[in-house]
C-alpha cells in the first residue's frame, strides 16, 4: 500500500509542474455561462487575455469552453478542443530575442491526461505579418480545430516598424 501512495504522489507532483510550465498565466477577462447545471458549476465560454512573452506590443485573446457539472466542478473533465484567439498590436513591437517558426508561445493543459491547447508563432516574412495559431494536441490523437489571427507589424509613433524576418532562426 505505501507504494502505491508513492506513485500516487509522484503522479499528482508530476501534473502540477506541467500545469506549472507557462511562463505566464492568462488574465481572465469574463466569463458567460452556456449551459445551465442546477446543482453543479454550469458550462462558459472563458475569455483570456496574455501578452507575448517574446514580442513586446503584442496581445493576443482567446476563448475557451469550460465544462461545468461534477467533472468540471472536480476539475477532472476533459475540455473540448474548440479555441478562437485574436492578436493585436497594441503597443511599438519590439522582438526580445530570436524565434523559430511555429515557436510555442503558450499553453495550458485542457484535461487531466496529456491534452494541451497550444498557441505557437510564426512570421509572413512577405508581408511582414505575425501568425498566431491556436489548436489542441493530444497524446494519442489531435484536433484538426484549430483558429489563426495575424498581427501586422506597423509603425508606433514615428518608429519604423522591425521586420519579423529579421529575427527568425533558422
Given at each position: 500500500m505505501p507504494r502505491l501512495?508513492?506513485?500516487a504522489l509522484a503522479f499528482f507532483a508530476l501534473l502540477a509542474a506541467s500545469a506549472g510550465a507557462n511562463a505566464q498565466e492568462p488574465d481572465l477577462i469574463f466569463k458567460k455561462s452556456t449551459v445551465f447545471k442546477l446543482l453543479t458549476p454550469d458550462h462558459k465560454l472563458a475569455t483570456y487575455g496574455i501578452d507575448d512573452p517574446l514580442v513586446e506590443g503584442v496581445?493576443?485573446?482567446f476563448t475557451v469552453p469550460e465544462k461545468g457539472?461534477?467533472?468540471g466542478m472536480f476539475g477532472v473533465a476533459e475540455e473540448?478542443?474548440?479555441a478562437s484567439i485574436a492578436c493585436r498590436q497594441v503597443g511599438p513591437v519590439?522582438?526580445?530575442e530570436k524565434f523559430e517558426q511555429g515557436d510555442e508561445m503558450f499553453r495550458v493543459r485542457r484535461s487531466?491526461?496529456?491534452k494541451k491547447m497550444r498557441i505557437v508563432r510564426g512570421c509572413d516574412t512577405k508581408r511582414n505579418v505575425l501568425v498566431y495559431l491556436a489548436y489542441t494536441?493530444?497524446?494519442i490523437e489531435g484536433s484538426p480545430q484549430n483558429s489563426t489571427s495575424t498581427v501586422p507589424i506597423m509603425p508606433w509613433?514615428?518608429?519604423e516598424p522591425p521586420r519579423c524576418a529579421d529575427y527568425l532562426d533558422e
Open positions: 501512495k508513492i506513485l496581445a493576443c485573446h457539472g461534477l467533472s473540448l478542443s474548440d519590439k522582438f526580445r487531466i491526461f496529456f494536441d493530444k497524446l509613433g514615428d518608429q
